[in-house]
Nanobody
Framework: QVQLVESGGGLVQAGGSLRLYCEVS????????MGWYRQAPGKQRELVAH???????NYADSVKGRFIISRDNIKNAVYLQMNSLEPEDTAVYLC????????????????WGQGTQVTVSS
């Protein structure tokens, strides 16, 4: 069974930093890309950042220059370094992975973590 296990959320003051970690567990074929989304109360889920297997990255405008996404292809893991945090960054952060369930699979599937709460106080 494929699972995405996240860690690293918490409470931090504005201007502080947090590092999120997510690892894919279970037997899989290969991973296309991994990323982080967030959802604040009363708001739609939004993409924060994602990274391809080759290391290409994409960020939401609101986090550019403050957040850094990186990937460990050996561990099947993704990190999100969050710096200069703002109260507006408060949300549940969800890890996602687009992956092939087994070698030879033709169509990738999306998998999601359970989410980790990030709260930034002013």
């Amino acid at each position: 069974q494929v699972q995405l296990v996240e860690s690293g959320g918490g409470l931090v003051q504005a201007g502080g930093s947090l590092r999120l970690y997510c690892e894919v567990s279970g037997s899989i074929g290969s991973i296309n890309f991994m990323g982080w989304y967030r959802q604040a109360p009363g708001k739609q889920r939004e993409l924060v950042a994602h990274v391809t297997g080759g290391g290409n990255t994409n960020y939401a405008d609101s986090v550019k220059g403050r957040f850094i996404i990186s990937r460990d292809n050996i561990k099947n893991a993704v990190y999100l370094q969050m710096n200069s945090l703002e109260p507006e960054d408060t949300a549940v952060y969800l890890c996602s992975a687009n992956l092939f369930r087994h070698t030879g699979a033709m169509i990738p599937d999306w998998y999601w973590g359970q989410g980790t709460q990030v709260t930034v106080s002013s």
